[in-house]
């Protein structure tokens, strides 16, 4: 958080559902943006945090990001 980020795209600690929480979202002056997200689906049979993950995204270039998208008709 010492970064220089734009303030206001600072998001931090933000439940997304039952099972996932965003722990930081947050963008600097070159437009990168990082995203942290914490994961803990609850499985039936399963031990608790069994399934338990953190995924760290950089995004390099958020107005053309690389994803692929497959058309309709593709498959």
Do not use: H, W
């Amino acid at each position: 958080m010492k970064k220089k980020y734009k303030t206001e795209s600072v998001v931090a600690n933000a439940k997304l559902n039952d099972a996932s929480a965003l722990v930081l979202k947050c963008q600097d002056k070159k437009d990168r943006r990082v995203l942290l997200i914490l994961t803990n689906p609850q499985v039936e049979g399963a031990a608790e945090n069994e399934n338990i993950s953190l995924r760290l995204s950089y995004i390099e270039k958020t107005d053309a990001p690389d994803i692929y998208e497959i058309k309709s008709g593709d498959f």
